[in-house]
């Protein structure tokens, strides 16, 4: 009889231990790799920022998988060593089924041979180099549109900005030189000529040599591929040397308000081709969402300056864990066939993933949306010639 | 013609900075002979303390610049008391450490406190440009050229011809006599290592404005100082002086008829060059052997 109740008993403990234990469940792991420190801080602390929002939105939601979602946030301290680093890190060490970053190209291509030799998924959320779609690694699947998207999303405008002679200044990276390049090419293809084509390194803060030599040509527009960092002090050097052209930035960084606060009066006039308009939700294509997340950041405090690079964090951990969701489980593997068949709502628009890249090893590639604005008097204000179309 | 005039100026202006930033390094550098990798670090904290200076307390632009001096030479002054006099008579290597931990500690700190988030210094000067002929150039770099140039007059005088500069030179060439000849040179030690910070921090304080305030903002200066450093020959004044202006024009040239990428490499072909031909500097007088 004792022995009975014993076992009732154990058999009833164990029943209460239980129950709170399948509640608390381990949660599924994201590992987010941002340049939280370095020159380009402050992109990834924004990242980081809307990655959260993403984390906690899920969260409310009942988590994926009836489990919570817990981000592992890795620094890659704005440099491709470290970016590879991180990534083994989170891999070995966290065990996560899946990864988002690593915002830089030249960071993102140090942490792929990374994912090629574990097998874990990546979802690329800001690196527009083509080379990351190309190379054959069949563990990226990239929301960010590669310089090439971008130049062709740009190509319907192309005759209302009525450019006759582009010249490039750009980052002297993966993302600059290809930005340029592919720029370039559209350019020529649509029968505008292309001018000078002038880099400058990524911490360099004196641009005026390559100002001085675009100016010496007889181009009308100027394309400038950077930081925003750098884009204010180009912005700035050019207005002290008289550099009369249209400026036209790309790459989807160059957060506008920042600009006009920065580099004032030089900023006027500027158009910049961006991802997400914070300005204008209602002129997102899921206006419902744009609008609760960029009232959710304004009530976390956060700078609204950072909208234009947050938004990517959140659309990064939305298909990372809509991968998950799929796989029924939070295995690499299974992870990496599931995120073919993600078809969510981002904030910047539909992400659903194509191939590209050599047959056999294509990597994932989703088809952006492409936003233009320009700074007017001060303002941010959507250009006539899009506000038509 | 134009082309080759702006591109002159432009880099006149640029190696003034550097100059600037050389002649702080030198003295710190070459008459120490203390590897000082926070050099950069005190001309962040120079150009944030303007910034500090103008939205906390309303001082104007021109009231802060001396202000980030003093806080740039005071936290130099604390730097060498506190950690660098323990060290006295260690190794170069040792030293080398505790001013590269010195560097990551500040950097950090300047992320923590400021953000990563770049910030601008608005300048007292309109943003019209002056056209002189076929070039142009803002107002604030000529006032900035200016300034550099009397800061680095100032700092060669005190060098060359005051008591205080003469103990100096005094005690970096030979302790113990200088030590016998009545000269403190504790003190000394700790007034030099504070006035090549204040000489940093001068040069965040005037470079703020032209560019952008961020924490790694010192790491391009730190190497812009020490190239300047060598090819002006360690310790060299006037050398680091001209220094900075060679480096300026040659990189401004590079960038205008070589190509813009190879910008930093056309600096460090001519170091390199410097160094392989005249090792102890490009303005070196000829050394008294013996």
């Known amino acids: ?389 | 013609m134009d082309q080759l005039l702006q591109h002159l100026l432009n880099g006149v202006l640029l190696g003034a900075t550097y100059s600037l930033l050389g002649i702080g390094l030198t003295l710190i550098f070459g008459l120490m002979n203390v590897v000082n990798f926070a050099h950069g670090e005190f001309y962040t904290l120079g150009a944030y303390a303007v910034f500090a200076a103008l939205y906390g307390t309303g001082l104007s632009f021109f009231a802060a610049i001396p202000l980030a001096i003093a806080v740039g030479a005071l936290a130099g002054a604390t730097c060498e008391r506190v950690l660098l006099r323990p060290l006295r008579g260690e190794s170069i290597d040792t030293v080398m450490l505790v001013m590269i931990g010195v560097w990551i500690a500040m950097q950090n700190a300047e992320l923590i406190g400021w953000g990563g988030v770049a910030k601008s210094v608005p300048a007292p000067f309109s943003t019209a440009p002056l056209v002189l002929g076929p070039v142009s150039v803002s107002p604030l770099r000529v006032f900035v050229f200016a300034v550099s140039i009397l800061v680095i007059l100032a700092a060669h005088l005190l060098l060359a011809h005051t008591r205080l500069g003469r103990a100096m030179r005094a005690t970096f060439q030979d302790r113990e006599t200088a030590a016998l000849m009545g000269v403190r040179i504790e003190r000394i030690h700790t007034i030099t290592f504070a006035f090549g910070a204040g000489l940093a921090a001068a040069a965040g304080a005037l470079l703020g404005p032209v560019f952008l305030l961020y924490p790694s903002m010192g790491d391009l200066a730190s190497l812009k100082a020490f190239s300047v450093v060598i090819l002006g020959g360690l310790g060299n004044f006037a050398g680091a002086a001209l220094g900075g202006l060679v480096l300026g024009v040659a990189e401004e040239l590079g960038a205008g008829y070589v190509s813009s990428g190879y910008r930093d490499a056309v600096g460090f072909a001519i170091i390199v060059t410097v160094l392989l031909l005249r090792p102890s500097g490009l303005f070196a007088r000829a050394e008294r052997v013996g």
């Open chain 1, 1 to 389: 009889m004792i022995r009975m109740l014993a076992v009732l008993l154990s058999l009833l403990s164990s029943a209460l231990v239980a129950a709170p234990v399948v509640a608390q469940q381990e949660p599924v792991k994201i590992g987010l790799i941002q340049p939280l420190s370095g020159p380009v801080a402050a992109s990834g602390n924004y990242i980081r920022m809307g990655a959260e929002i993403a984390r906690d939105w899920i969260n409310a939601r009942g988590g994926v998988l009836g489990r919570q979602v817990q981000l592992l946030v890795e620094d890659n301290k704005s440099d491709p060593k470290e970016a590879a680093t991180a990534a083994e890190k989170l891999i070995v060490r966290d065990k996560v089924p899946v990864i988002v970053g690593a915002w830089g190209s030249s960071m993102t291509l140090a942490a792929m041979p990374k994912l090629e030799e574990y097998g874990v998924p990546m979802v690329v959320e800001t690196s527009s180099a083509s080379t990351i779609t190309r190379r054959g690694n069949p563990w990226i699947f990239r929301i960010s549109p590669p310089s090439e998207m971008e130049a062709l999303g740009l190509e319907k405008y192309l005759k209302d900005f009525g450019i006759k002679q582009a010249d490039f200044l750009a980052v002297n990276t993966d993302w600059g030189r290809g930005a340029a390049a592919a720029f370039g090419d559209v350019l020529k293809k649509s029968g505008s000529s292309v001018g000078a084509t002038e880099f400058m390194d990524q911490a360099a803060t004196d641009m005026n040599a390559q100002i001085t030599k675009i100016k010496s040509g007889s181009g009308d527009t100027l394309f400038l591929t950077t930081s925003v960092e750098q884009i204010t002090l180009v912005l700035k050097q050019a207005q002290e040397q008289r550099l009369a052209r249209k400026v036209i930035t790309t790459g989807g960084s160059s957060a506008p308000s920042q600009l006009i606060k920065q580099a004032g009066p030089a900023a006027d006039g500027t158009y910049h081709i961006l991802f997400f308009l914070p300005w204008f939700p209602e002129a997102m294509p899921d206006a419902k969402l744009a609008k609760a997340f960029v009232e959710e950041w304004n009530k976390r405090g956060y700078p609204f300056d950072g909208l234009t690079e947050g938004f990517r964090g959140h659309d990064g951990v939305l298909t990372a864990v809509e991968g998950v969701r799929l796989a029924g489980k939070a295995d690499p593997k299974a992870v990496q066939q599931a995120l073919w068949k993600v078809d969510v709502m981002g904030l910047n628009g539909p992400i659903k993933f194509e191939k590209d890249g050599p047959a056999g090893k294509e990597s994932g590639q989703s088809k952006p949306s492409i936003f233009i604005v320009q700074i007017k008097d001060g303002k941010i204000a959507l250009p006539g010639f899009v506000a038509k179309k």
